[in-house]
Protein backbone atom coordinates (compact mmCIF):
# COMPACT_ATOMS: atom_id res chain seq x y z
CA UNK A 1 0.00 0.00 0.00
CA UNK A 2 1.61 3.10 -0.81
CA UNK A 3 0.20 6.30 1.27
CA UNK A 4 1.71 10.09 1.60
CA UNK A 5 2.30 10.81 4.91
CA UNK A 6 2.67 14.69 6.34
CA UNK A 7 6.38 15.57 7.39
CA UNK A 8 6.58 17.45 10.45
CA UNK A 9 8.09 20.25 8.53
CA UNK A 10 7.75 21.56 4.73
CA UNK A 11 11.57 20.18 2.89
CA UNK A 12 13.24 23.19 2.42
CA UNK A 13 15.66 21.07 0.34
CA UNK A 14 12.61 20.28 -1.85
CA UNK A 15 11.21 23.38 -2.08
CA UNK A 16 14.08 24.62 -3.54
CA UNK A 17 14.70 21.74 -6.15
CA UNK A 18 11.05 21.48 -7.48
CA UNK A 19 11.41 23.82 -10.04
CA UNK A 20 13.77 22.64 -11.50
CA UNK A 21 12.48 19.00 -11.63
CA UNK A 22 9.40 20.47 -13.13
CA UNK A 23 11.42 22.08 -16.02
CA UNK A 24 12.88 18.33 -16.92
CA UNK A 25 9.99 16.72 -16.04
CA UNK A 26 8.24 19.29 -18.58
CA UNK A 27 11.08 18.68 -20.75
CA UNK A 28 10.65 14.79 -20.95
CA UNK A 29 7.01 15.14 -21.39
CA UNK A 30 6.90 17.66 -23.09
CA UNK A 31 9.38 15.82 -25.77
CA UNK A 32 6.96 13.12 -25.75
CA UNK A 33 4.22 15.32 -26.69
CA UNK A 34 6.22 16.53 -29.77
CA UNK A 35 7.22 12.88 -31.12
CA UNK A 36 3.60 11.71 -30.94
CA UNK A 37 2.57 14.97 -33.27
CA UNK A 38 5.68 13.63 -35.20
CA UNK A 39 7.89 16.18 -34.85
CA UNK A 40 11.54 15.02 -33.64
CA UNK A 41 11.61 15.76 -29.76
CA UNK A 42 15.35 16.81 -29.89
CA UNK A 43 15.15 19.37 -32.70
CA UNK A 44 11.64 20.88 -31.27
CA UNK A 45 13.44 21.73 -27.79
CA UNK A 46 16.13 22.74 -29.39
CA UNK A 47 14.47 25.23 -31.16
CA UNK A 48 12.55 26.82 -28.35
CA UNK A 49 15.01 26.63 -26.16
CA UNK A 50 18.26 27.20 -28.00
CA UNK A 51 17.52 29.02 -31.03
CA UNK A 52 16.27 32.44 -29.44
CA UNK A 53 19.46 33.00 -27.52
CA UNK A 54 22.52 31.20 -29.86
CA UNK A 55 20.69 30.69 -33.28
CA UNK A 56 21.75 32.05 -36.13
CA UNK A 57 18.91 35.32 -35.53
CA UNK A 58 19.42 35.19 -32.38
CA UNK A 59 20.16 39.09 -32.70
CA UNK A 60 17.04 39.68 -32.93
CA UNK A 61 15.19 37.42 -30.74
CA UNK A 62 17.12 38.62 -27.39
CA UNK A 63 15.55 42.04 -27.51
CA UNK A 64 12.17 40.00 -27.92
CA UNK A 65 13.73 38.51 -24.01
CA UNK A 66 12.68 41.32 -22.64
CA UNK A 67 9.76 42.35 -24.35
CA UNK A 68 7.72 39.05 -23.79
CA UNK A 69 9.08 38.51 -20.10
CA UNK A 70 8.21 42.04 -18.77
CA UNK A 71 4.71 42.22 -18.54
CA UNK A 72 4.63 38.36 -16.71
CA UNK A 73 7.01 39.48 -14.30
CA UNK A 74 4.97 42.55 -13.65
CA UNK A 75 2.14 40.43 -13.01
CA UNK A 76 3.71 37.59 -11.27
CA UNK A 77 5.19 40.13 -8.54
CA UNK A 78 1.84 41.34 -7.94
CA UNK A 79 -0.07 37.96 -7.82
CA UNK A 80 2.87 36.55 -5.34
CA UNK A 81 2.34 38.75 -2.78
CA UNK A 82 -1.37 37.85 -2.45
CA UNK A 83 -0.40 34.27 -3.20
CA UNK A 84 1.87 34.45 -0.22
CA UNK A 85 -1.05 35.98 1.98
CA UNK A 86 -3.42 33.06 0.50
CA UNK A 87 -4.82 35.88 -0.97
CA UNK A 88 -5.67 34.28 -4.74
CA UNK A 89 -6.53 36.91 -7.11
CA UNK A 90 -6.81 34.77 -10.71
CA UNK A 91 -8.13 37.76 -12.34
CA UNK A 92 -5.02 39.45 -13.46
CA UNK A 93 -5.68 38.63 -16.73
CA UNK A 94 -9.09 41.28 -16.81
CA UNK A 95 -6.82 43.55 -14.84
CA UNK A 96 -4.36 43.90 -17.71
CA UNK A 97 -6.68 44.38 -20.18
CA UNK A 98 -8.95 47.24 -18.06
CA UNK A 99 -5.09 49.19 -17.17
CA UNK A 100 -4.40 48.88 -20.98
CA UNK A 101 -7.92 50.61 -22.09
CA UNK A 102 -7.66 52.78 -19.19
CA UNK A 103 -3.95 53.96 -20.05
CA UNK A 104 -4.91 54.38 -24.10
CA UNK A 105 -7.87 55.98 -23.51
CA UNK A 106 -6.36 58.58 -21.76
CA UNK A 107 -3.20 59.13 -24.20
CA UNK A 108 -6.16 59.14 -27.39
CA UNK A 109 -8.05 61.45 -25.63
CA UNK A 110 -4.84 64.14 -26.44
CA UNK A 111 -4.57 63.01 -30.09
CA UNK A 112 -2.75 64.75 -31.88
CA UNK A 113 -1.69 67.35 -28.55
CA UNK A 114 2.18 67.49 -27.98
CA UNK A 115 3.37 67.35 -24.16
CA UNK A 116 5.55 65.45 -22.58
CA UNK A 117 2.70 64.92 -19.59
CA UNK A 118 0.72 62.61 -21.65
CA UNK A 119 2.76 59.46 -21.07
CA UNK A 120 3.00 59.74 -17.31
CA UNK A 121 -0.32 60.23 -17.08
CA UNK A 122 -1.14 57.60 -19.13
CA UNK A 123 0.97 55.37 -16.55
CA UNK A 124 -1.21 56.92 -13.59
CA UNK A 125 -4.47 55.67 -15.88
CA UNK A 126 -3.40 52.19 -16.69
CA UNK A 127 -2.27 51.70 -12.86
CA UNK A 128 -5.87 52.58 -11.53
CA UNK A 129 -7.43 50.81 -14.07
CA UNK A 130 -5.98 47.93 -12.97
CA UNK A 131 -6.36 48.74 -9.10
CA UNK A 132 -10.28 49.80 -9.92
CA UNK A 133 -10.79 46.49 -11.42
CA UNK A 134 -9.34 44.63 -8.47
CA UNK A 135 -10.67 46.49 -6.29
CA UNK A 136 -14.07 44.54 -7.10
CA UNK A 137 -13.35 41.35 -5.67
CA UNK A 138 -11.17 43.08 -2.88
CA UNK A 139 -14.06 44.93 -1.41
CA UNK A 140 -16.57 42.16 -2.14
CA UNK A 141 -14.70 39.79 0.00
CA UNK A 142 -14.16 42.34 2.57
CA UNK A 143 -17.67 43.11 2.79
CA UNK A 144 -19.30 40.10 2.03
CA UNK A 145 -17.06 37.51 2.50
CA UNK A 146 -16.88 36.54 -1.02
CA UNK A 147 -14.68 33.98 -2.57
CA UNK A 148 -12.11 36.25 -4.24
CA UNK A 149 -11.00 33.52 -6.89
CA UNK A 150 -14.40 33.11 -8.46
CA UNK A 151 -14.93 36.72 -8.69
CA UNK A 152 -11.69 37.76 -10.09
CA UNK A 153 -12.10 35.07 -12.62
CA UNK A 154 -15.43 36.26 -13.79
CA UNK A 155 -14.60 39.44 -14.39
CA UNK A 156 -11.93 38.72 -16.49
CA UNK A 157 -14.85 37.91 -18.58
CA UNK A 158 -16.64 40.65 -18.19
CA UNK A 159 -13.06 42.77 -19.43
CA UNK A 160 -12.76 40.92 -22.18
CA UNK A 161 -16.55 41.83 -23.61
CA UNK A 162 -15.62 45.48 -22.16
CA UNK A 163 -12.54 45.43 -24.37
CA UNK A 164 -14.57 44.44 -27.37
CA UNK A 165 -16.64 47.05 -27.26
CA UNK A 166 -13.98 49.81 -26.52
CA UNK A 167 -12.16 48.23 -29.73
CA UNK A 168 -15.61 48.53 -31.81
CA UNK A 169 -17.30 51.75 -30.00
CA UNK A 170 -15.42 54.25 -28.22
CA UNK A 171 -11.89 53.96 -28.91
CA UNK A 172 -12.46 53.10 -32.76
CA UNK A 173 -9.95 54.51 -34.84
CA UNK A 174 -12.19 57.06 -37.00
CA UNK A 175 -9.32 56.87 -39.82
CA UNK A 176 -9.82 53.35 -39.97
CA UNK A 177 -11.96 52.65 -42.40
CA UNK A 178 -14.45 50.80 -40.41
CA UNK A 179 -12.12 48.43 -39.03
CA UNK A 180 -12.24 47.60 -35.14
CA UNK A 181 -9.10 49.15 -33.09
CA UNK A 182 -8.09 52.22 -31.85
CA UNK A 183 -5.34 54.41 -33.23
CA UNK A 184 -1.65 52.60 -33.49
CA UNK A 185 -0.03 54.55 -30.59
CA UNK A 186 3.41 53.51 -31.72
CA UNK A 187 2.55 56.66 -34.34
CA UNK A 188 1.62 58.84 -32.11
CA UNK A 189 5.04 59.43 -30.23
CA UNK A 190 3.31 61.69 -26.91
CA UNK A 191 1.71 58.24 -26.00
CA UNK A 192 4.38 55.97 -27.38
CA UNK A 193 6.14 53.17 -24.93
CA UNK A 194 9.34 53.65 -26.94
CA UNK A 195 12.69 51.48 -26.62
CA UNK A 196 14.87 53.27 -24.26
CA UNK A 197 17.85 52.19 -26.18
CA UNK A 198 17.21 51.21 -29.90
CA UNK A 199 17.55 47.38 -30.72
CA UNK A 200 17.88 46.47 -27.18
CA UNK A 201 13.72 45.54 -26.01
CA UNK A 202 14.60 47.91 -23.06
CA UNK A 203 11.30 50.10 -22.87
CA UNK A 204 9.44 51.52 -19.55
CA UNK A 205 7.54 48.30 -18.52
CA UNK A 206 11.17 46.47 -18.28
CA UNK A 207 12.36 49.06 -16.36
CA UNK A 208 8.81 49.39 -13.95
CA UNK A 209 9.10 45.47 -13.49
CA UNK A 210 12.82 45.37 -12.28
CA UNK A 211 11.54 48.13 -10.03
CA UNK A 212 8.95 45.88 -8.79
CA UNK A 213 11.15 43.05 -8.32
CA UNK A 214 13.42 45.13 -6.31
CA UNK A 215 9.96 46.51 -4.47
CA UNK A 216 8.56 42.93 -3.59
CA UNK A 217 12.54 41.90 -1.96
CA UNK A 218 12.59 44.77 0.05
CA UNK A 219 9.13 44.49 1.13
CA UNK A 220 8.94 41.00 1.86
CA UNK A 221 12.27 40.99 3.16
CA UNK A 222 12.42 44.29 5.44
CA UNK A 223 9.15 45.88 6.16
CA UNK A 224 6.52 44.63 8.56
CA UNK A 225 4.06 44.55 5.82
CA UNK A 226 6.26 41.79 4.37
CA UNK A 227 6.47 39.91 7.28
CA UNK A 228 2.58 40.28 7.50
CA UNK A 229 2.00 38.86 4.51
CA UNK A 230 4.24 35.77 5.13
CA UNK A 231 2.90 34.89 8.50
CA UNK A 232 -0.55 35.04 7.45
CA UNK A 233 -0.19 32.76 4.45
CA UNK A 234 2.41 30.13 7.18
CA UNK A 235 0.51 30.77 10.01
CA UNK A 236 -3.09 32.56 9.96
CA UNK A 237 -3.75 32.17 13.65
CA UNK A 238 -0.74 33.16 14.88
CA UNK A 239 -1.60 36.53 12.29
CA UNK A 240 -4.66 37.15 14.08
CA UNK A 241 -2.85 37.15 17.38
CA UNK A 242 0.14 39.34 16.31
CA UNK A 243 -2.40 42.09 15.25
CA UNK A 244 -2.45 42.08 11.05
CA UNK A 245 -5.91 43.49 10.20
CA UNK A 246 -7.41 40.85 7.32
CA UNK A 247 -9.23 43.45 5.72
CA UNK A 248 -6.41 45.78 4.96
CA UNK A 249 -4.36 42.70 4.07
CA UNK A 250 -6.96 41.42 1.22
CA UNK A 251 -7.33 45.49 0.14
CA UNK A 252 -3.50 46.02 -0.11
CA UNK A 253 -2.48 42.65 -1.94
CA UNK A 254 -5.35 42.36 -4.46
CA UNK A 255 -4.79 46.19 -5.22
CA UNK A 256 -1.21 45.88 -5.21
CA UNK A 257 -1.45 43.06 -8.08
CA UNK A 258 -4.30 44.90 -10.07
CA UNK A 259 -2.09 48.08 -10.22
CA UNK A 260 0.79 46.42 -11.46
CA UNK A 261 -1.30 44.22 -14.29
CA UNK A 262 -2.89 47.28 -14.99
CA UNK A 263 0.48 49.20 -15.54
CA UNK A 264 1.67 45.78 -17.86
CA UNK A 265 -1.25 45.84 -19.94
CA UNK A 266 -0.51 50.03 -20.00
CA UNK A 267 2.86 49.21 -21.42
CA UNK A 268 1.96 46.79 -23.65
CA UNK A 269 -0.49 48.66 -25.46
CA UNK A 270 1.25 51.75 -25.92
CA UNK A 271 4.60 49.69 -26.96
CA UNK A 272 4.91 46.22 -28.46
CA UNK A 273 1.21 46.40 -29.39
CA UNK A 274 0.21 49.74 -29.96
CA UNK A 275 -3.48 49.49 -30.01
CA UNK A 276 -6.11 48.19 -28.88
CA UNK A 277 -8.04 45.54 -30.42
CA UNK A 278 -10.90 42.92 -30.03
CA UNK A 279 -7.61 39.98 -29.56
CA UNK A 280 -5.19 42.27 -27.52
CA UNK A 281 -4.87 40.21 -24.34
CA UNK A 282 -3.19 36.98 -25.37
CA UNK A 283 -3.09 35.42 -22.01
CA UNK A 284 -0.33 37.23 -20.14
CA UNK A 285 -2.39 37.15 -16.73
CA UNK A 286 -2.79 33.66 -16.76
CA UNK A 287 0.63 32.81 -17.84
CA UNK A 288 1.99 34.61 -14.77
CA UNK A 289 0.45 32.57 -12.90
CA UNK A 290 2.83 30.35 -13.74
CA UNK A 291 5.74 32.70 -13.43
CA UNK A 292 4.69 33.15 -10.40
CA UNK A 293 4.56 29.69 -8.56
CA UNK A 294 8.02 28.65 -10.82
CA UNK A 295 9.64 31.28 -9.09
CA UNK A 296 8.78 29.99 -5.78
CA UNK A 297 6.74 33.25 -4.97
CA UNK A 298 10.46 34.92 -4.49
CA UNK A 299 10.99 38.27 -6.20
CA UNK A 300 13.94 37.13 -7.72
CA UNK A 301 12.93 33.65 -8.64
CA UNK A 302 9.99 35.02 -10.43
CA UNK A 303 12.51 37.53 -12.90
CA UNK A 304 14.13 34.20 -13.63
CA UNK A 305 11.20 32.56 -14.19
CA UNK A 306 9.83 35.61 -16.46
CA UNK A 307 12.90 34.72 -18.21
CA UNK A 308 12.41 31.02 -19.28
CA UNK A 309 8.40 31.62 -20.03
CA UNK A 310 9.32 34.57 -22.18
CA UNK A 311 11.83 32.21 -24.01
CA UNK A 312 8.88 29.33 -24.41
CA UNK A 313 6.62 31.91 -26.37
CA UNK A 314 9.65 33.14 -28.48
CA UNK A 315 10.82 29.65 -28.78
CA UNK A 316 7.54 28.23 -29.53
CA UNK A 317 6.63 31.15 -32.44
CA UNK A 318 9.83 29.63 -33.83
CA UNK A 319 9.26 26.19 -33.57
CA UNK A 320 5.57 26.63 -35.34
CA UNK A 321 7.06 28.68 -38.20
CA UNK A 322 9.60 26.41 -39.16
CA UNK A 323 8.89 22.74 -38.02
CA UNK A 324 4.60 23.27 -37.69
CA UNK A 325 3.98 22.71 -34.37
CA UNK A 326 0.79 23.90 -33.92
CA UNK A 327 0.10 26.72 -31.44
CA UNK A 328 -2.15 24.43 -29.14
CA UNK A 329 0.81 22.65 -27.70
CA UNK A 330 3.22 25.27 -27.35
CA UNK A 331 0.23 26.13 -24.68
CA UNK A 332 -0.33 22.20 -23.50
CA UNK A 333 3.94 22.62 -22.83
CA UNK A 334 3.88 25.89 -20.42
CA UNK A 335 1.22 24.51 -18.79
CA UNK A 336 2.72 21.48 -18.02
CA UNK A 337 5.53 23.38 -16.23
CA UNK A 338 2.44 24.73 -13.63
CA UNK A 339 1.28 20.79 -13.54
CA UNK A 340 4.51 19.23 -12.94
CA UNK A 341 5.85 22.11 -10.04
CA UNK A 342 2.51 21.97 -8.13
CA UNK A 343 2.37 17.53 -8.65
CA UNK A 344 6.34 17.68 -6.86
CA UNK A 345 5.19 19.98 -4.24
CA UNK A 346 3.02 17.75 -2.84
CA UNK A 347 6.02 15.91 -1.57
CA UNK A 348 7.39 18.96 -0.29
CA UNK A 349 4.67 18.81 2.59
CA UNK A 350 4.38 14.79 2.51
CA UNK A 351 6.84 11.93 2.20
CA UNK A 352 5.74 8.44 0.13
CA UNK A 353 5.39 5.31 2.77
CA UNK A 354 4.94 1.93 1.62
CA UNK A 355 3.43 -0.58 3.70
CA UNK A 356 -0.03 0.03 5.99
CA UNK A 357 -0.84 2.69 8.15
CA UNK A 358 0.26 1.93 11.78
CA UNK A 359 -2.61 1.75 13.97
CA UNK A 360 -3.48 4.67 16.20
Known sequence: MIRLEKRPQPSRALSLS?????????????????AVLGKDPVEALQTIFWQPIF????????????????????????????????????????????????????????????????????VVAGALGGW???????????RFGTNEI????????VAEQFLASMSLGLLK????????????LQQYAPAHNAELLAGSGMHWGVVAALIAVIFAYVLLAKHRLGFAIRVTGEAP?????????????????????????????????????????????VGYGFTAIIVAFLGRLHPIGILLAGGLMALTYIGGDIAQSNLGLPAAAIQVFQGMLLFF???????????????????A
Open 18 to 34: TPIMAVLATFVFGGLLF
Open 173 to 184: NPEGFGFPGSRN
Open 55 to 122: GEYAFYYRPQLLIKGAPLVLIAIGLSLGFKAGIWNIGAEGQYIMGAIFGAAVGLAFYPAEGWYIFPLM
Open 237 to 281: RAARFSGVNPARLVLFCLGTSGLLAGLAGMFEVSGPSGQITIDFN
Open 132 to 142: AWAMIPALLKV
Open 341 to 359: LLALDVFTHYRLRFGAAEA
Open 150 to 157: LVSLMLVY
